[in-house]
């Protein structure tokens, strides 16, 4: 069973940065797509970035610029480095794994930007 843990969220003002981290264990598939998704409050969950195993990468308008995802793949982690916090990217973020036959989810990480 494949499991996400993710850690790195927290409280910061705007204008800060913060790094997030999601580490993968057990039998991964490749080729795959590790994500991060985000829910704001009364909100649907939002796509903000991707990276497929291959080494591309895919990041919503909303944080182009502002966020970078990269990832390990020996190690089965990604992270999400985000810069230029807005009060609007306060949401919890969830790290995905898409593999060909499935797909699972972290727990979720809280950030909240706000002065």
């Known amino acids: 069973q494949v499991q996400l843990v993710e850690s790195g969220g927290g409280l910061v003002q705007p204008g800060g940065s913060l790094r997030l981290s999601c580490a993968a264990s057990?039998?991964?598939?490749?080729?795959?797509?590790m994500n991060w998704y985000r829910q704001a409050p009364g909100k649907g969950r939002e796509l903000v970035a991707s990276?497929?195993?291959?080494?591309?990468?895919n990041y919503a308008d909303s944080v182009k610029g502002r966020f970078t995802i990269s990832r390990d793949n020996a190690k089965n982690t990604v992270l999400l480095q985000m810069n230029s916090l807005k009060p609007e990217d306060t949401a919890v973020y969830y790290c995905?794994?898409?593999?060909?036959?499935?797909?699972?989810w972290g727990q979720g990480t809280q950030v909240t930007v706000s002065s």
């Open positions: 057990g039998i991964i598939f490749r080729p795959n797509t």
């Open positions: 995905n794994l898409r593999c060909p036959d499935d797909q699972y």
């Open positions: 990276a497929t195993s291959s080494g591309s990468t």
